[in-house]
């Protein structure tokens, strides 16, 4: 089993930047694949991205390709997520989810979630 705890969200003008960050206690962080997730309210839980135990290959949705960047750093058991040219409707709460599986797009194939940080952009 795995623990995952979000940090860096916060209040942020369109076009700005955050970088979020998930750390890992529990079980080898590296045997994970590691996504991102976001939840606006009243709406569903959608995919923004993914990243290999390794590093070596990662998924973004349509929404945020050229403006995240999803990464992570095995020796210090964390995963980051760079966000720039941020819009308000990437306005959420950003989860962070280990998978024990391969890396994935979708929630349901996710094992263990964070609690969340909220990212709020303004216009």
């Known amino acids: 089993q795995v623990q995952l705890v979000e940090s860096g969200g916060g209040l942020v003008q369109a076009g700005g930047s955050l970088r979020l960050s998930c750390a890992a206690s529990?079980?080898?962080?590296?045997?994970?694949?590691m996504g991102w997730f976001r939840q606006a309210p009243g709406k569903e839980r959608k995919f923004v991205a993914a990243i290999s135990w390794s590093g070596g290959s990662t998924y973004y949705a349509d929404s945020v390709k050229g403006r995240f960047t999803i990464s992570r750093d095995n020796a210090k058991n964390t995963m980051y997520l760079q966000m720039n040219s941020l819009k308000p409707e990437d306005t959420a709460v950003y989860y962070c989810?280990?998978?024990?599986?391969?890396?994935?797009?979708?929630?349901?194939?996710?094992?263990?979630w964070g609690q969340g940080t909220q990212v709020t952009v303004s216009s």
């Open positions: 989810a280990a998978d024990e599986d391969d890396i994935g797009r979708r929630w349901y194939e996710y094992d263990y």
């Open positions: 529990g079980r080898t962080f590296s045997s994970y694949a």
